[in-house]
């Protein structure tokens, strides 16, 4: 039996799972997919077992990528928050529309839910990471922030589906608000070094109190 070339699976994966974006599961033919990867079907399935493993496994590898480049876009500090918040949904539609309606027609189908339930599992486990990241960027408690990921998220993807605007931006305008009024409240004062004169005394207290 001939070798399978790990980076070879990758980029069919990656062909196969841009012909089924364009096309959807039900107008997506096998012949289809040999033509987006410049082979016959029967190398194609020198790799695959199924025309469903190759719906299961291009969505999940292919979407964890698109997931990827959203965080790689993150926020670098406070001052980045306002460029995020308005520039990646409408990256996210322009970028990855297609890919998001696709991986939704494939995670709400019944065949397929199980599969979804997985992906979206990992995809909780690394936001939780992802807040971590951004709590030392931000000062605010990582979650916090993931309730914010969500809640961003969820408005970037519904704009990418439907290019919605009148629910993306009441959901911006919540975020543009909330980031620093948390990071107000869970600002922490620089401790003060009771070795440095400048450091300023605490204020005295009220009708002598605490004086011996």
Sequence with gaps: MRKKDPCKREELLE?????????????????????????????IFHYFKSKDEIII????HCMAKVEDEFMAN?????ADVQRFLKEIPYWTAQRHGEKYRFMYQVYTSPKYRRYGTEFFSGVTRRYAAYAKVLEERLGIPGQIIQALIYTFVRASVHYALFEDEAYLLPQLRLLEAAVPMFRE???????QDPEDPDRQSSPPLPNGEGEK
């Design 185 to 191: 409240k869970y600002a922490k004062a620089p401790p």
């Design 57 to 60: 496994e291009s969505t999940a």
């Design 74 to 78: 993150a926020p670098r500090d406070m």
């Design 15 to 43: 062909k196969c799972f841009d012909c089924f974006c364009r096309h959807g599961i039900e107008g997506t033919s096998t012949r289809m997919l040999s033509e987006a990867c410049g082979m016959s079907a029967g190398n």
